[in-house]
């Protein structure tokens, strides 16, 4: 992002505006966190693939082992879907950053806030809007 375009990323009254160092280092983080979802997605796959292709796994199983290795695998399916949906909010992130909609409360339009975006760099919403979503 240029210095004119990092400048124009709304911030909450009362902080300062975004400077091209903070938002390099919050799209580094991201960068780096994006590689590290990666890389845990294809382990997960491949793991999950090998159980899936052994064809003798499971066979004299007690009906509580098979419960059991059906509960580890609906297990490992969910945190899958999380580690994907974790990757595609960081992805979204960067992109936001790309189209300078970074910082922008996605439903009320007004700033999430630079201390927010620092702490958790992958918001999409502001306090206000946040707390409503989860009392829904």
Same mark, same amino acid.
């Given at each position: 992002? /240029?210095?004119?375009?990092?400048?124009?990323?709304?911030?909450?009254?009362?902080?300062?505006?975004?400077?091209?160092?903070?938002?390099?280092?919050?799209?580094?983080?991201? /960068?780096?966190?994006?590689?590290?979802?990666?890389?845990?997605?294809?382990?997960?796959?491949? @793991?999950?693939?090998?159980?899936?292709?052994?064809?003798?796994?499971?066979?004299?199983?007690?009906?509580?082992?098979?419960?059991? /290795?059906?509960?580890?695998?609906?297990?490992?399916?969910?945190?899958?879907?999380?580690?994907?949906?974790?990757?595609?909010?960081?992805?979204?992130?960067?992109?936001?950053?790309?189209?300078?909609?970074?910082?922008?409360?996605?439903?009320?339009?007004?700033?999430?806030?630079?201390?927010?975006?620092?702490?958790?760099?992958?918001?999409?919403?502001?306090?206000?809007? /946040?707390?409503? @979503?989860?009392?829904?």
């Amino acid at each position: 992002m /240029k210095a004119t375009e990092v400048a124009g990323l709304p911030v909450l009254p009362g902080e300062d505006p975004w400077t091209s160092e903070e938002i390099a280092e919050v799209r580094d983080r991201l /960068k780096e966190e994006i590689a590290a979802l990666r890389a845990e997605i294809r382990e997960s796959e491949s @793991e999950l693939a090998a159980r899936l292709e052994d064809p003798v796994d499971g066979a004299g199983d007690d009906p509580a082992d098979t419960g059991a /290795k059906a509960f580890q695998r609906e297990h490992d399916l969910a945190l899958a879907y999380n580690t994907r949906d974790l990757l595609a909010k960081s992805e979204r992130a960067i992109e936001r950053m790309d189209a300078g909609t970074y910082g922008v409360c996605e439903s009320c339009g007004r700033a999430i806030g630079k201390a927010r975006l620092q702490a958790f760099p992958r918001a999409t919403l502001c306090v206000t809007c /946040k707390q409503r @979503e989860e009392r829904r």
